[in-house]
């Protein structure tokens, strides 16, 4: 995957961040957005990298609610569910999140999930434990109880040009680290930017818009 987008905001190598992956790539690892991003759409950001190469990166947005849309609702929407149905919905269904993935394609759904459920063809396997699947297969899968055993679904997703998001690592605009279940597909989603600082060992209220670092 090479996806691009328009992305403007610095990044983080700082004494708080861990190594990164074999060969540089982040793939796999949570980027936390500093306080000098400069870049609203990323302010308080964490996000699970899906991809990164030579060629660019891709990422969704796991902290950022898309304002009043419900899962069982957007099934509605798609016509997976007809109206009065969600009732029927398996309790993941009923309760999984829908998230405001990125500024670019915000019209698809992408959804970042266990690696329980897979599609042939249409599911990328990132790391043992997480897949990202982008067709409406997997929302028919959920919505019968027949997906992944977690799951967030989310509108569009962070692009990143070839070296660009080096350069914002190196301009001290994002932070990373290691990725767990709970911060990609936890229910708090309010607090997975203070949790994920916390996980480097960085204090959130140490941090100024001032200062790209711990």
Same mark, same amino acid.
């Given at each position: 995957m090479a996806?691009?987008?328009?992305?403007?905001?610095?990044?983080?190598?700082?004494?708080?961040?861990?190594?990164?992956s074999?060969?540089?790539?982040?793939?796999?690892?949570l980027?936390?957005?500093?306080?000098?991003?400069g870049?609203?759409?990323?302010?308080?950001? !964490?996000i699970?990298?899906?991809?990164h190469s030579?060629?660019?990166?891709?990422?969704?947005? !796991?902290?950022?609610?898309a304002?009043?849309?419900?899962?069982p609702?957007?099934?509605?929407?798609?016509?997976?569910?007809?109206k009065?149905?969600?009732?029927?919905?398996?309790?993941n269904?009923?309760?999984?999140?829908?998230?405001?993935?990125?500024?670019?394609?915000?019209?698809?759904?992408f959804?970042?999930?266990?690696?329980?459920?897979?599609?042939?063809?249409?599911?990328?396997?990132?790391?043992?434990?997480?897949?990202l699947?982008?067709?409406?297969?997997?929302?028919?899968?959920?919505?019968?109880?027949?997906?992944?055993?977690?799951a967030i679904?989310?509108?569009?997703?962070?692009?990143?040009a070839?070296?660009q998001?080096?350069t914002? &690592?190196?301009?001290n605009?994002?932070?990373?680290?290691?990725?767990?279940?709970?911060?990609?597909?936890?229910?708090?989603v309010?607090?997975?930017?203070?949790?994920?600082?916390?996980?480097?060992? &960085?204090?959130?209220?140490?941090l100024?818009?001032e200062?790209?670092?711990?």
């Open positions: 996806p691009t987008g328009k992305r403007t905001g610095e990044s983080t190598r700082s004494s708080g961040a861990a190594p990164p074999s060969g540089g790539y982040l793939d796999g690892r980027l936390i957005a500093m306080p000098v991003m870049d609203s759409r990323f302010e308080r950001s !964490v699970y990298l899906c991809a030579a060629e660019g990166a891709m990422g969704i947005i !796991v902290n950022h609610p304002g009043s849309i419900d899962f609702e957007l099934l509605q929407q798609l016509g997976i569910i007809k009065g149905e969600h009732i029927k919905l398996p309790e269904a009923e309760s999984m999140k829908v998230l405001r993935g990125g500024p670019v394609d915000t019209g698809r759904g959804v970042l999930h266990s690696s329980d459920f897979y599609i042939e063809n249409a599911t990328l396997r990132i790391d043992d434990g997480v897949c699947t982008a067709t409406v297969d997997i929302l028919r899968a959920i919505a019968n109880g027949s997906g992944p055993k977690h679904l989310a509108l569009g997703y962070a692009g990143w070839p070296g998001l080096e914002e &690592i190196q301009s605009g994002w932070l990373h680290c290691d990725a767990d279940a709970d911060l990609i597909f936890g229910d708090d309010d607090d997975k930017y203070n949790r994920a600082l916390q996980k480097i060992g &960085i204090d959130p209220g140490m100024s818009n200062a790209g670092h711990a």
